[in-house]
């Protein structure tokens, strides 16, 4: 079954699909809606609630519920009553043959019960007949014509014939075997307390010590719970009794019997009902939100309307401003020769000395920059780099440049050049230099490193 909550919500969209007219105009409950938090579920609960402002579909569907629950009440009580009356007719006679009143108790239960585990087994994913469903049917529990009831009912069938109903139905039949036990064990009880028995035995083809064997067997597990069991002279004793036995050897056979309902009747089908429940709740119908219906109404809700005021446009990294020191300059090329010459003079003050400037020339390979940090290493210099616009701020040029940084005592600082030959570039070209030029501001203020103006 679904939960009540689910019921509702599926009820509503049964109703709204056919047109019905709520206490609540749906429309105006899914745009309040749309503003709240919670989870997508909880939403669809929360919305199918305020549209049932006047919990006329939940009166409907309470109704149902509670027919249906009290149909399983009545038969669980008339199961329980059976069962007591049935045994008190069986242990009228003072005194009771113990293996013909065990049969009566536990043989027909005991088929049933491996019956219904090998069909457990054999129809694993199957679906089993509902008998259920025709039998406890809500049309037959719930009259009305008009658009809400025959709704819920239509809902109630739907559920009835989902596949995990077949652990629903388990759980009610050994609900009903539990019933009848329960009341069997009553009514011994109150007969054993009511009324003094004798417990006898009798076999044509089975001897005294094959009776022994049996009863003990039998009582191996009653009396691992404390319930008293017959000892071979007892058993012996009890053989065609026909008068009254001593009263000690009387409990010791009524303790053996009601160890025997309890343990190989009682606790089975308890076992049986809880392993029907958790299979149950697994196996449990869901909400199935990913139908149409349900979709467009969270569609609906996670649109979000987004203002120009709202917007915060996400800063481009910039690269520091290059502070030009007044000492000593060393100036390189980044692996591209440069089309113009002493490149280095558009950014560099025009109050330098010429004779402080050192032309290192172009670094390229390795040989390149084993030379240029061995002249580094042993001369406190401010190293002006220059990066043509082809270079690419790829992963090796970025190590060479870090490098330098490293070894640069008096600092690194960067000038980007462009190209001059070309003057009138396409507008496809202008934007490739763009890009270009704003990856290497990206990779230089990534690195504290300072880009000359020019």
């Known amino acids: 079954m679904l939960s009540p909550q689910d019921q509702l919500t599926e009820l509503v969209r049964t109703l709204e699909t056919q047109q019905h007219v709520f ?15 919670g989870k997508p579920i909880q939403k669809l609960h929360r919305r199918a609630s305020r549209i049932d402002s006047n919990g006329a579909l939940a009166r409907v569907l309470g109704k149902i519920d509670g027919r249906i629950k009290g149909i399983m009440v009545v038969m669980s009580v008339v199961w329980c009553l059976s069962g007591f009356l049935g045994l008190f007719t069986l242990l009228q006679t003072n005194v009771v043959n113990f293996f013909y009143v065990l049969v009566c108790l536990l043989g027909f239960h005991t088929i049933m019960l491996l019956g219904w585990l090998v069909m ?20 037959y529990l719930i009259r009305g014509k008009d658009d809400v009831t025959k709704a819920a009912v239509d809902l109630y069938e739907r559920q009835l014939q989902h596949s995990g109903m077949r652990w629903y139905l388990g759980r009610f039949s050994h609900q009903l075997w539990l019933a009848t036990l329960t009341g069997m064990l009553l009514a011994i009880i109150f007969l054993l307390i009511v009324r003094q028995y004798s417990f006898s035995w009798e076999s044509t083809l089975l001897s005294d010590q094959a009776l022994i064997t049996l009863t003990q067997v039998l009582g191996w597990l009653p009396s691992m719970v404390g319930f008293d069991v017959p ?10 009794v026909t008068d009254a036995m001593p009263l000690t050897v009387a409990r010791q056979w009524a303790g053996l019997l009601v160890g025997s309902l309890l343990m190989y009747g009682i606790v089975p089908r308890a076992i049986a009902w809880a392993f029907c429940s958790l299979m149950f ?14 979709q467009k ?8 309307v987004v203002d120009a005021d709202d917007f915060n446009e996400v800063p481009v990294p910039i690269a520091p401003k290059a502070a030009v020191s007044a000492g000593k300059k060393l100036v390189a090329l980044l692996e591209y020769p440069s089309d113009q ?41 401010q190293v002006l780099l220059g990066i043509h616009h082809k270079a690419l701020p790829d992963r090796g040029t970025l190590r060479k440049l870090d490098q330098i940084a490293r070894h640069a005592k008096d600092g690194l ?42």
Request: charged share 25%.
């Open 23 to 37: 206490a609540t105009d749906p429309l105006l409950i899914t745009e309040k809606l749309q503003g709240e938090d």
């Open 231 to 240: 000892d071979s002279t007892a058993i012996v004793q009890s053989r065609l």
């Open 120 to 139: 457990t087994l054999i129809n694993q994913g199957k679906q089993s007949s509902n008998w259920f469903a025709n039998f406890v049917s809500p049309s």
């Open 341 to 381: 010459d002493n490149w280095w003079l558009a950014g560099l003050d025009a109050n330098i000395n010429n004779s402080e400037i050192e032309n290192f020339g172009i670094v390229d390979d390795r040989d390149d920059m084993a030379r240029l940090k061995t002249y580094l290493d042993s001369h406190p210099v």
């Open 413 to 454: 600082i960067v000038q980007l050049l462009s190209d001059s030959s070309a003057l009138d570039l396409t507008k496809q070209v202008a934007d490739y230099q763009d890009v270009r030029y704003q990856q290497w501001q990206t990779a230089l203020s990534a690195r504290n490193i300072g880009l000359v103006n020019t």
């Open 281 to 294: 709740r697994r196996k449990k119908m869901r909400l199935d939100i990913k139908q149409p219906y349900y």
């Open 297 to 304: 109404i969270l569609s609906f809700w996670q649109r979000q």
